[in-house]
């Protein structure tokens, strides 16, 4: 039986000047280690990423280089993906070879598929990138990827193989109108309350989608507000754990743990998502209660519906049973009878 295999695409960024050998590998390059994968540099300097800008219809060639950081050989299928977010917590991936592109996946075309790459080297590969004529404008994200061919064994119980994988970033921008829109959905509040007031700590997590709705890529900034009763503040703090980048179309569900949130109040939360040229608010409200507390308003809300209920049946009157007379038809009056009178 075939094991099954588990693509991992690591996409790592290095901040300095990596020697491999006699190969110089440029900042920037995504790297795991054993081999790297990266834009050759232009003219003026090097490049982290994929920059392009191209029309629709327009066909721009570029090239990716592949540096063997290992004393072997290595062979790697070349393949174009589309990126994404995580839904885990917003982290920039690419799509697997086997799953449907839309865009940089579909529209770049690498010189070859697959490529061995001798040890301590590095093998440049030119690619073109052919825009349709109906592609929409603003960013189509994607990456070059460099799956590497072997299987390795994985660890645990499962002992399943494992591919390794290096993407090279492609921010595409496609000319035309950029409409920069973010929206915050399905926002919800979870208490995790003691079960007797005062005894414990009391926490709350806010869970929230942001939802990039527009055709560029963003860096969201969220504030979270709480106000209880009369307007006092319960909560100003501005989140960290955002993704940098919310590519087009995409949603993320990230959640907001709230230490030492209130055990018995009301009032409103607040998210305010704000990037370059949109911003959005949404609002829920929030009852705390402990439950204790809940339990008791409860049941006193049951006796009370069911004193009510008894109450309103004892004062309904007593309808009298009313005797039903079928009606007879009335006697017809007898006529008189004359009897002959006697003979005087």
């Keep these: 039986m075939r094991k099954p295999h588990v693509l991992l695409l690591s996409l790592l960024t290095l901040f300095g000047g990596l020697l491999c050998g006699l190969a110089p590998v440029p900042a920037y390059a995504a790297d795991n280690g054993s081999w790297s994968v990266y834009p050759v540099a232009s003219e003026i300097a090097a490049r982290p990423y994929f920059y392009l800008s191209a029309d629709p219809g327009q066909t721009i060639t570029d090239k990716v280089a592949l540096a063997n950081k290992t004393g072997a ?71 070059i990827v460099a799956l590497d061919e072997r299987v390795a064994q994985g660890s645990g119980s499962l002992a399943l193989g494992v591919r390794q994988a290096v993407a090279a970033r492609v921010y595409l921008r496609v000319s035309g109108p950029t409409l920069p829109a973010i929206a915050v959905e399905n926002m919800h509040v979870t208490h995790h309350r003691p079960l007797v007031p005062g005894l414990g700590d009391s926490t709350a997590t806010i869970s929230y989608t942001l939802h990039n709705s527009g055709n560029v890529t963003l860096d969201p900034k969220v504030e979270l507000r709480a106000h209880g009763l009369f307007g006092r503040t319960l909560l100003d703090r501005d989140l960290t754990r955002i993704p940098s980048e919310l590519l087009p179309g995409q949603r993320v569900r990230l959640t907001e743990p709230w230490r030492g949130a209130p055990q018995f109040d009301r009032g409103d939360i607040t998210l305010t998502a704000t990037a370059t040229g949109t911003h959005e608010t949404a609002s829920t409200s929030f009852l705390a209660l402990p439950w204790l507390v809940l339990a008791v308003v409860l049941a006193a809300g049951a006796v009370a519906a069911a004193l009510l209920v008894r109450a309103r049946r004892g004062r309904r009157p007593r ?26």
């Design 319 to 344: 309808r009298t049973a009313r005797v039903r007379r079928s009606r007879r038809p009335a006697a017809t009056p007898s006529r008189p009878r004359f009897l002959p009178s006697a003979r005087r």
């Design 73 to 143: 050989p290595l062979t790697f299928r070349l393949y174009a993906a589309d990126a994404y977010n995580t839904a885990r917590d917003g982290g920039f991936a690419v799509r697997t070879l086997g799953e449907r592109m839309r865009g940089v996946g579909t529209w770049a075309r690498l010189a070859q598929s697959r490529i061995t790459v001798p040890g301590h080297r590095t093998v440049t590969v030119p690619f073109t990138l052919s825009v349709p004529d109906g592609a929409e404008p603003g960013d189509h994200p994607g990456a």
